[in-house]
C-alpha cells in the first residue's frame, strides 16, 4: 500500500514537472516585437514575433525588444547661437531597432542614450548658426541632426527615420525687435507696392489723355477736310453763278446785274433785322435807288418767266413797295 502511494505521489510530481517544463519553455512573442534568448546568461539567438521554444533551465529570455517605430520627446533646452543670441529649443526623434540584440547589449539605457545623443547636437547645430538662419532654415537643421544622431545610433543597432524640431523661442527682447523689424519691413514693401500702383495708375492715366488727344486732332482734321471741301464747293457754286452773271452783263443784260445787287442787299438788311442785338433797323437808303434796284428784279423776273405785270407803277418803283417817307426806319 504504501509503495503504491508513493509511486502515485512520484508520478503526480512528475506529470507536474513536466507541465511546468513544457509551459517555461514555450513563449508567447507578440507581433512587433522580439525576445532575445541568453544560454547560461550569454545571448544566443533572437526570437521572432509568434511561437517560441526555449530550453527550460538552460534558457531564458533575455530582452523583451519593441522593433515598431518609437518615438523620443527631446526635454526644452538651452543654447546659444554663432552671434551669441540665446533661444529654447526642444525637438521629437523617431526611431527603429533593427538588430534587437545590438540594441539590448550594446547600450544600457537606449531611451536615455538617444535624449543625450540628440540634445549634444542640437547645442552643436545651433552653435555653428546664426540666428536669422537658424529660425529660416528648421529643414537644414534636421538634415544635419538627422545625419548625425544617424550615424551615432548605427552601432547600437537602431535606424534614426527622422528628427524635428517642434520649436525654436528666442529671448523676449529680440523676439520684440524681431517683431518691429518684421512691420517696417511689411510697411516698406506696402509703401514699395503703393508707389507702384500709383505710377502704373499714373501711365494708364497719361496713355488716355495722349489717346484723347490723338483722336480730338484726328476729329479735327477730319473737320478742316469736311469744311474745306465745303467751302471749295461753295466756291465753286459761287464761281458758276459769278461766270453766268458776267457772261449775262457781256451780252448786255443789265437786269442780271440788277438781281444781283438786290440779292445782295436785301441779305445785308436780313441780317441786320435778324440780329440777337437789335431791335430797331435805320435805314438810310434814297427811295428812288432802291425802287430802280427793286424794279431790276421785276424787270428780270418777267424776262425769265415772260410774265406781264398785273397793275401799273411809276416808272423805277417795284410792285406793292411804297417810297418810305424821310426819316422813317
Do not use: C
Request: charged letters at 25%; aromatic letters at 4%.
Amino acid at each position: 500500500m504504501d509503495l503504491t502511494i508513493g509511486l502515485s505521489t512520484f508520478a503526480l510530481g512528475a506529470a507536474a514537472l513536466a507541465v511546468v517544463t513544457l509551459a517555461a519553455g514555450v513563449k508567447m512573442i507578440p507581433q512587433g516585437h522580439v525576445f532575445t534568448v541568453e544560454r547560461f546568461g550569454r545571448y544566443s539567438r533572437t526570437l521572432e514575433s509568434g511561437l517560441g521554444l526555449i530550453i527550460p533551465f538552460v534558457e531564458r529570455v533575455g530582452r523583451r525588444v519593441n522593433v515598431m517605430e518609437q518615438v523620443v520627446d527631446v526635454p526644452s533646452q538651452q543654447a546659444f547661437t554663432r552671434d551669441n543670441a540665446g533661444v529654447t529649443i526642444d525637438a521629437v526623434v523617431f526611431y527603429q531597432v533593427l538588430d534587437a540584440a545590438r540594441a539590448s547589449y550594446e547600450v544600457s539605457n537606449l531611451d536615455l542614450a538617444m535624449t543625450t545623443l540628440t540634445m549634444t547636437n542640437i547645442r552643436t547645430v545651433v552653435g555653428s548658426m546664426d540666428l536669422d538662419q537658424l529660425l529660416a532654415h528648421r529643414d537644414e537643421i534636421n538634415e544635419r541632426l538627422l545625419r548625425v544622431l544617424d550615424a551615432a545610433a548605427a552601432p547600437w543597432g537602431v535606424k534614426i527615420n527622422r528628427i524635428e524640431i517642434k520649436d525654436i523661442v528666442p529671448p523676449a527682447d529680440l523676439a520684440g525687435a524681431m517683431a518691429r523689424q518684421m512691420k517696417a519691413e511689411r510697411e516698406k514693401r506696402a509703401s514699395i507696392l503703393e508707389a507702384e500702383g500709383q505710377r502704373a495708375a499714373e501711365i494708364l492715366r497719361a496713355e488716355g489723355r495722349k489717346q484723347s488727344a490723338i483722336l480730338e486732332a484726328e476729329g479735327r482734321r477730319e473737320a478742316a477736310f469736311r469744311d474745306a471741301e465745303a467751302r471749295e464747293r461753295s466756291a465753286e457754286a459761287e464761281a458758276a453763278a459769278t461766270g453766268m452773271l458776267s457772261r449775262a452783263i457781256a451780252e448786255g443784260d443789265i437786269a442780271a446785274a440788277n438781281f444781283l445787287v438786290a440779292e445782295k442787299y436785301v441779305d445785308a438788311v436780313r441780317a441786320l433785322a435778324t440780329a440777337p442785338n437789335q431791335r430797331v433797323v435805320v435805314v438810310p437808303i434814297e427811295a428812288a435807288a432802291l425802287a430802280g434796284t427793286l424794279g431790276g428784279i421785276g424787270e428780270l423776273t418777267r424776262a425769265v418767266f415772260g410774265e406781264a405785270t398785273t397793275s401799273p407803277r411809276r416808272a423805277g418803283s417795284p410792285p406793292n413797295v411804297s417810297a418810305p417817307r424821310a426819316g422813317t426806319p
